[in-house]
Nanobody
Framework: QVQLVESGGGLVQAGGSLRLSCAGSGITLRSYNINWFRQAPGKQREFVARISSVGGTGYADSVKGRFTVSTDSAEIAAYLQMNNLKPEDTAAYYC???????????WGQGTQVTVSS
């Protein structure tokens, strides 16, 4: 039973853009805080961006000004718009949803982003 499904990754040249999506299956995201993480081979998982259940956002310094996190109006899906991509952005990207009260977590399966120089 997959609760979150991620898509939108791919191969892109430096300076290009991608939009990742994170869609709930069987749940809505209205009561969840959404976080995006990424992990490259041989490196630690790092926080990328978040959007709270009331719409507040936050970003890692490494992506601030280039990435934008959002949800749709029905709060069925979350998105990560990635602009001006750099080779350093190459990683597997994951979304997670954490319930604001119970702290129950759901994770996506990950989507690969590869940025060529």
């Amino acid at each position: 039973q997959v609760q979150l499904v991620e898509s939108g990754g791919g191969l892109v040249q430096a300076g290009g853009s991608l939009r990742l999506s994170c869609a709930g299956s069987g749940i809505t995201l209205r009561s969840y805080n959404i976080n995006w993480f990424r992990q490259a081979p041989g490196k630690q998982r790092e926080f990328v961006a978040r959007i709270s259940s009331v719409g507040g956002t936050g970003y890692a310094d490494s992506v601030k000004g280039r990435f934008t996190v959002s949800t749709d109006s029905a709060e069925i899906a979350a998105y990560l718009q990635m602009n001006n991509l750099k080779p350093e952005d190459t990683a597997a990207y994951y979304c997670s949803a954490t319930h604001r009260v119970t702290l129950q977590e759901f994770w996506g399966q990950g989507t690969q982003v590869t940025v060529s120089s």
